[in-house]
């Protein structure tokens, strides 16, 4: 009989970029995370010594603990964030077993540092359409749960990075831009190590959309009018940005579970 506290590596992959994703907590020694610092996607690094201070934190919250091997490290925090409240299981088999099975892996020294302990700060242009939405969403669902964004006046992005400690994403003449045919989606998908299936479908319709390129797939059509149609909706970014993350939790999940399927009414082998 398999553990009620513990989760495979296939399950976890059909959970993670999803909304509703648990949070994930890496809590390998440090000697193992020098060997291969890359993270499971969304994960974030605590040191398990510390876990009896943080744990309260998750209280409520669903949990997955992830160790090396997935043996007496996350076993023994995982135990301790149900203590204090959480729903907690432990990556069967730990990191080694996700390589193993060919999950996906951040390239964690790409990550913007952070020391507030707040989410990674990220700023760009105010009044967004299409990347300025699609590169927050890939970041909260990916890479940082937390992310913050900033939406600013397009002369003031430099200045506002360099005073506030933001990354400026989508701006020219930065890391996080378009190159070449690339739009920034694209650039992130690469730098972060998260080329897979679905992500990839996904960015071509995004460059598509973002590049007047709607040649390239059918569905960028249809994700350009919305992106449109969004932005006159919402006055504040933010807002604009929050409604936004539906949709391409959307598309991301057609293009992962769906892109095969068609709908057809009336059914052609119903009676006239």
Not at 51 to 70: L, M, P, T
Not at 184 to 206: K, N, Q, Y
Request: glycine share 8%.
């Amino acid at each position: 009989m398999s553990s009620t506290t513990e989760i495979t590596v296939a399950q976890l992959m059909r959970r993670i970029g999803l909304p509703d994703a648990p949070v994930l907590i890496d809590v390998r020694i440090p000697e193992d995370v020098a060997s291969d610092p890359r993270r499971i996607p969304g994960s974030q690094w605590r040191d398990f010594q510390e876990a009896q201070n943080w744990a309260s934190a998750f209280s409520g919250r669903d949990v997955v603990v992830i160790c090396h091997k997935g043996l007496k490290l996350s076993q023994g925090v995982a135990a301790l964030l149900r203590l204090a409240g959480a729903r907690a299981e432990v990556l069967e088999g730990g990191f080694l077993a996700w390589q193993a099975a060919g999950g996906v892996l951040l390239n964690s020294d790409r990550v913007p540092k952070n020391a507030s302990g707040l989410g990674t700060l990220w700023v760009t242009r105010a009044r967004p359409k299409i990347d300025r939405i699609a590169c927050p969403w890939l970041i909260r669902r990916f890479v940082d749960p937390g992310a913050r964004f900033l939406f600013v006046a397009p002369s003031e992005v430099p200045g506002v990075a360099e005073r506030f400690g933001a990354t400026p994403f989508d701006i020219e003449e930065v890391f996080w831009s378009h190159r070449g045919p690339l739009c920034t989606f694209d650039v992130m998908i690469e730098a972060f190590g998260l080329s897979h299936p679905a992500l990839d479908r996904l960015a071509r319709i995004v460059r598509a959309a973002d590049t007047a390129a709607l040649d390239l797939e059918p569905e960028a059509t249809g994700l350009l009018a919305v992106s449109l149609g969004l932005s006159r909706m919402f006055r504040d970014d933010l807002e604009q940005l929050d409604h936004g993350m539906l949709i391409y939790d959307a598309f991301y999940r057609w293009c992962r579970d769906a892109a095969g399927e068609t709908h057809n009414w009336p059914n052609p082998g119903a009676k006239a």
